[in-house]
Structures are given as structure tokens and as C-alpha cells.
């Protein structure tokens, strides 16, 4: 099992910034993805940002140039640096991790989420 743990969730007015951080912990090994979604109310959770062990990112088209993902291998942790924050970006914050046993094969697991509330 992998335990994820956030932190760095607020309230922060518009145009402020955040970082949210997730440290995993567990049985963890390379390879693995880490990522960070988002569940606003009424909507479906979707992907924010997601690193690759080889450091490839992704981001969603709302947060490209706003957010910034990275992780550190050896502290098993992930962070999310978000500036220029928008009311749109409010939302529950999860974070993830995709253990991998072969190309085809993975596991995710999730973190308990963090609020992120951005006043106007």
C-alpha cells in the first residue's frame, strides 16, 4: 500500500499563489507518475498537472503558465506551485500516484484532497 499526504491548501484571494506539496509514503518504488486533479462542485474531477519519473509534465490548458509541477525522487514528493490563481481554480485537490509493474500494468492511489478556495 501507498499513503499519500497533502498539505498546502487555502484560502487565498484572486490573483495570489499557493503551493500544495504530497509526500508518498509506503510501499513505494520507481517507476511511478505523480499528478495532481481537481473536483470543483457539481463537476467531475479533472486532471491539473502530472510529472512522469522521467520528469515529463502535462498540464490542463486552464493552468498552462499559471502552475508548475515537480517532484522530488528522493523526498517521494510532489508539488504543485500555483500562481496568478483565478476563482475557477476553486476546488478540492487530490493528489496521485501511479505505481507501475509493467507498461500495462498500474495501481492508483489517491490522496484524502485539500481545499483550495480562491475569493474574487
Known amino acids: 500500500q501507498v499513503q499519500l499526504v497533502e498539505s498546502g491548501g487555502g484560502l487565498v484571494p484572486a490573483g495570489g499563489s499557493l503551493r500544495l506539496s504530497c509526500a508518498a509514503s509506503?510501499?513505494?518504488?520507481?517507476?511511478?507518475?505523480m499528478g495532481w486533479y481537481r473536483q470543483a462542485p457539481g463537476k467531475q474531477r479533472e486532471l491539473v498537472a502530472a510529472?512522469?519519473?522521467?520528469?515529463?509534465?502535462n498540464y490542463a490548458d486552464s493552468v498552462k503558465g499559471r502552475f508548475t509541477i515537480s517532484r522530488d525522487n528522493a523526498k517521494n514528493t510532489v508539488y504543485l506551485q500555483m500562481n496568478s490563481l483565478k476563482p475557477d481554480d476553486t476546488a478540492v485537490y487530490y493528489c496521485?500516484?501511479?505505481?507501475?509493474?509493467?507498461?500495462?500494468?498500474?495501481?492508483?492511489?489517491w490522496g484524502q484532497g485539500t481545499q483550495v478556495t480562491v475569493s474574487s
Open positions: 510529472i512522469t519519473s522521467g520528469r515529463s509534465t
Open positions: 509506503g510501499r513505494i518504488r520507481s517507476p511511478y507518475d
Open positions: 496521485n500516484v501511479r505505481l507501475y509493474y509493467s507498461d500495462s500494468m498500474y495501481s492508483d492511489y
